[in-house]
């Protein structure tokens, strides 16, 4: 009996049972405790271990770290844990919870932003026009171009900045502020312009775009502690469909508002009043991560605990690794879809009504609809793809990585061929809004691209990531709306416009191409915290297979 105690003791010393992240009560079930504790390629020997060496199951080697708790049949990527393991618990915990309300809470604060940055384009033009009884103001098309390009100038800047900082010190202050200080400043508005002219509104928008370079990286932050992996691209696609909804409703409300006896004061003062009702929303509902909600329950805590696998860092000092950052492949190839993502997105938005108008004769402003049908579709059918791409996964019918480049492809290269396509081939106007539609429907499907990669790479730095890509991808919006104005010279002239397409579909087409060739889904080595492990860690690969690293000493990342 003493040599078999030696014997059961020399294994757990040799494989180093370590604590599991998440787990109930601090113990693993016997299945987790087995996987952990005996070389995962002998099933049926870790069985054994596991009948035979009850007493010990809590036994731990000195200097082990804590891992990834052991898949089952259904978990992918090692990314879920044992969330099929528990049952009952985890089938109550799919239906509305906290982590519900939370993304709920950073939907309207997502939605309330994009209408406090698209009201602008509405409001100008009643700002503009003269009306009895209202003021307007004499300003020609540079003054207004000026007003109207004034919000990205802060918002570029401060995306990386921002990343930083809501990881460092929380992400739910930076979140109420954002939207705080933005909807503040849509409050001013009407009395910037008043005193200040077009200088005191630029200004006004230069602040918001600071503020706003701070909201969807604080909501990434929060995301990458709130969203469980068998759930997250339905989270964050529900969170994303807060733009196209925010553009809906502030483009509807804002003309409604400018129309009705308050004008175009207005449109600001109503956005701004519900911005800041978010606002004291997110401080009273938003918790910074599970661990510090106090309300919600210990079933639902333990659910996302244990659906995470490697539960993201708490340590608000960890240094972020900017040189494996920008030299990781995935991250490069994530930098790149962003960016051809955004070159063909703004020129949709921004020349196809000059099109359609110019070149086709459709006389877009006679029809609201055109301007609203796009993104309303756009919405309904974001969450068909977030469900789909959470099924598959779920189901391990494909790997996660493929999962999100074909959800990349169908978001980037569809609306691309129908660039081309809307160059070339000849049509009626109204097969032309069909088309557009269907291509902005289309790119719903990036919602589970390359929106959401960035919480795959790196839940630690997620917020981080999102600043760069963010950050890089707004400078195209500045761009392709040049480059589209520097070759189409001739507006009516049909030959210019299928150029034009072409460079928006040629730099869609390579910004997938890349992240078909060189993105990944796999959460990165440099986003493990740095550890110590004397006796090796377990790691899960993309098809939940097992793998054991060597052991390892302390290391200093860059």
């Not at 259904?74 to 393991?85: F, I, M, P, S």
């Not at 700002?127 to 919000?151: A, C, N, Y």
């Not at 999100?404 to 081939?425: C, D, E, Q, T, Y």
Request: charged fraction near 15%.
């Amino acid at each position: 009996m003493a040599k078999d105690k030696k014997k059961k003791a020399g294994r757990n010393g040799a494989v180093g049972n370590a604590a599991v992240n998440g787990s109930a009560g601090g113990a693993a079930p016997a299945e987790m405790d087995t996987l952990l504790r005996v070389p995962a390629q002998d099933s049926s020997a870790a069985r054994v271990a596991a009948e035979e060496e009850d007493d010990d199951a809590q036994t731990l080697t000195p200097g082990a770290t804590a891992i990834m708790i052991s898949p089952t049949k259904k978990d992918v990527n090692g990314l879920n844990g044992n969330a099929h393991a528990t049952g009952g618990m985890n089938r109550a915990c799919q239906l509305v919870g906290t982590r519900h309300i939370q993304a709920l809470i950073m939907f309207f604060s997502a939605a309330v932003a994009f209408c406090t940055r698209t009201n602008m384009s509405v409001a100008i033009v009643a700002m503009t026009k003269p009306r009895e009884g209202q003021t307007h103001f004499d300003w020609d098309s540079s003054r207004t171009s000026l007003v109207l390009s004034s919000f990205f100038w802060g918002y570029v800047v401060m995306n990386i900045p921002a990343g930083q900082l809501a990881q460092r010190f929380g992400p739910k202050r930076f979140l109420a502020m954002s939207v705080l200080v933005s909807s503040l400043f849509d409050l001013l508005m009407p009395a910037c312009a008043t005193y200040g002219d077009v200088y005191g509104v630029c200004a006004a928008r230069v602040v918001q775009g600071l503020a706003q370079g701070f909201l969807l990286t604080a909501c990434y932050e929060l995301l990458s502690k709130w969203a469980p992996p068998r759930e997250r691209s339905r989270m964050v696609a529900f969170f994303l469909a807060a733009q196209p909804f925010g553009i809906v409703v502030g483009l509807s409300a804002a003309g409604a508002l400018a129309a009705s006896n308050g004008g175009w004061p207005s449109i600001f003062y109503v956005t701004g009043s519900l911005g800041m009702v978010v606002g004291i929303w997110i401080l009273l509902g938003v918790a910074e991560c599970p661990a510090q909600h106090p309300s919600m329950s210990q079933k639902e805590r333990e659910y996302i605990q244990e659906n995470f696998g490697i539960a993201p860092s708490t340590d608000p000092k960890r240094p972020t690794p900017w040189l494996s950052i920008f030299t990781s492949i995935p991250m490069i190839s994530l930098i790149l879809a962003h960016c051809g993502h955004s070159w063909a997105f703004w020129t949709i938005l921004t020349k196809m009504p000059t099109y359609l108008d110019k070149a086709l004769g459709y006389k877009i402003q006679e029809s609201g609809l055109f301007s609203a049908l796009p993104y309303v579709i756009k919405y309904f059918v974001s969450f068909g793809f977030a469900w789909l791409a959470d099924f598959m996964n779920n189901h391990q019918y494909i790997s996660l990585s493929l999962n999100r480049k074909i959800g990349n492809s169908v978001g980037l290269w569809g609306p691309a061929i129908i660039l081309v396509v809307l160059g070339f081939v000849k049509s009626d106007s109204t097969s032309c809004v069909i088309m557009l539609t269907v291509a902005v429907a289309l790119n719903g499907a990036t919602y589970v691209g390359f929106n959401i990669n960035h919480l795959d790479l790196s839940p630690n730095y997620a917020s981080t990531l999102f600043g760069i890509t963010n950050a890089t991808a707004n400078i195209m919006s500045f761009i392709a709306p040049l480059v589209v104005g520097a070759v189409v010279q001739d507006e009516n002239d049909v030959t210019q416009w299928q150029t034009a397409f072409l460079i928006a579909a040629a730099v869609s087409f390579v910004g997938n191409l890349a992240f078909v060739i060189g993105g990944s889904a796999v959460r990165q080595p440099w986003d493990e915290p740095v550890k110590t492990n004397t006796a090796g860690d377990i790691h899960l690969t993309e098809n939940g297979a097992q793998t054991r690293s060597a052991p390892t000493t302390p290391e200093i990342r860059v």
